[in-house]
T-cell receptor
Framework: DAMVIQNPRYQVTQFGKPVTLSCSQTLNHNVMYWYQQKSSQAPKLLFHYYDKDFNNEADTPDNFQSRRPNTSFCFLDIRSPGLGDAAMYLC??????????????FGSGTQLSVL | GNSVTQMEGPVTLSEEAFLTINCTYTATGYPSLFWYVQYPGEGLQLLLKATKADDKGSNKGFEATYRKETTSFHLEKGSVQVSDSAVYFCAHSFSGGYNKLIFGAGTRLAVHP
């Protein structure tokens, strides 16, 4: 009964080769988030969707893109991965109806390695 | 700017010991404060939260009190168990979107029998 599912658990790509990470949810939540977490660092928000409304963080590199084709799915595209993009990528969801005190539901993450 | 600072780990304790993990934050306005926990191989999950000054969040024997005067939200538990071994993340919300969170770097807790 997993609620936020990220695939794959581990992803290996080559330097400069585009890669897509996927996230799906069974909660029917309005908001989906992508966080980047490098080793021993805080998770950092890259962007989020409220429904189909895309919100990019000011310091998110242009190399990172996202798509949300429907309520259930959200994708993170890294157009030209560099060695510095190796990290754990976390997908999360929330209802989007309770302002700033809402609970986020996280997937287990995708660990990306760049060779 | 907005930030969260939490004590570095790992924190290693014996079972039934008292736990404190310190967390301080910098934020504008009146953020909500959270503790999330990540057990091995799993995603982050909400442990507790507090939404205004002097509120106490509690869950599974863990407690944290929103201290606006010291901008702190320290996590405590009176008697830890081996099953509490995990990474604990302090976070606060900030305005500008739906529950956008600023996280600390996490504190790893290891509890030994």
């Amino acid at each position: 009964d997993a609620m936020v599912i990220q695939n794959p658990r581990y992803q290996v790509t080559q330097f400069g080769k585009p890669v897509t990470l996927s996230c799906s949810q069974t909660l029917n939540h309005n908001v989906m988030y992508w966080y980047q977490q490098k080793s021993s660092q805080a998770p950092k928000l890259l962007f989020h969707y409220y429904d189909k409304d895309f919100n990019n963080e000011a310091d998110t590199p242009d190399n990172f893109q996202s798509r949300r084709p429907n309520t259930s799915f959200c994708f993170l595209d890294i157009r030209s991965p560099g060695l510095g993009d190796a990290a754990m990528y976390l997908c999360a969801t929330s209802r989007g109806s309770q302002g700033t005190s809402e609970k986020l539901f996280f997937g287990s993450g995708t660990q990306l390695s760049v060779l | 700017g907005n930030s969260v600072t939490q004590m570095e780990g790992p924190v290693t304790l014996s079972e039934e010991a008292f736990l404190t993990i310190n967390c301080t934050y910098t934020a504008t306005g009146y953020p909500s404060l959270f503790w999330y926990v990540q057990y091995p191989g799993e995603g982050l999950q909400l442990l507790l939260k507090a939404t205004k000054a002097d509120d106490k969040g509690s869950n599974k024997g863990f407690e944290a009190t929103y201290r606006k005067e010291t901008t702190s939200f320290h996590l405590e538990k009176g008697s830890v168990q081996v099953s509490d071994s995990a990474v604990y993340f302090c976070a606060h919300s900030f305005s500008g979107g739906y529950n956008k969170l600023i996280f600390g770097a996490g504190t790893r807790l290891a509890v030994h029998p």
